[in-house]
């Protein structure tokens, strides 16, 4: 398994060579991008992205979590969370990569 971790510069840089804007403009598209995505969690909407999968925020209860290491009983407070569910076709295409 790689090592290597896909950023935000590396983003800019595809579609700098791919569309063909100058670097800057590259660079505000993947922040305007990733910044909509962003606010459209923080609202409690989901993002999906066809072909790839769904981001949405989950709302948890409050519950009693347990200390592994002392087996003492701890208040774990309410929360949201986000979460991620890959479409079927990004499902495929990793399991395609684990064969290679």
Same mark, same amino acid.
């Given at each position: 398994?790689?090592?290597?971790?896909?950023?935000?510069?590396?983003?800019?840089?595809?579609?700098?060579?791919?569309?063909?804007?100058?670097?800057?403009?590259?660079?505000?598209?993947?922040?305007?991008?990733?910044?909509?995505?962003?606010?459209?969690?923080?609202?409690?909407?989901? /993002?999906?992205?066809?072909?790839?999968?769904?981001?949405?925020?989950?709302?948890?209860?409050?519950?009693?979590?347990?200390?592994?290491?002392?087996?003492?009983?701890?208040?774990?407070?309410?929360?949201? /969370?986000?979460?991620?569910?890959?479409?079927?076709?990004?499902?495929?295409? /990793?399991?395609?990569?684990?064969?290679?």
């Amino acid at each position: 398994m790689s090592e290597k971790t896909l950023t935000r510069m590396d983003l800019s840089e595809a579609v700098f060579r791919e569309v063909g804007l100058s670097r800057n403009e590259s660079a505000e598209l993947v922040e305007s991008v990733l910044q909509h995505m962003s606010d459209a969690l923080v609202r409690g909407e989901q /993002v999906k992205i066809s072909a790839f999968g769904t981001f949405s925020v989950r709302d948890k209860a409050a519950r009693v979590g347990r200390n592994p290491k002392t087996g003492e009983e701890v208040p774990i407070q309410p929360r949201r /969370v986000l979460t991620f569910r890959p479409s079927h076709l990004m499902k495929e295409q /990793v399991a395609e990569g684990n064969k290679r």
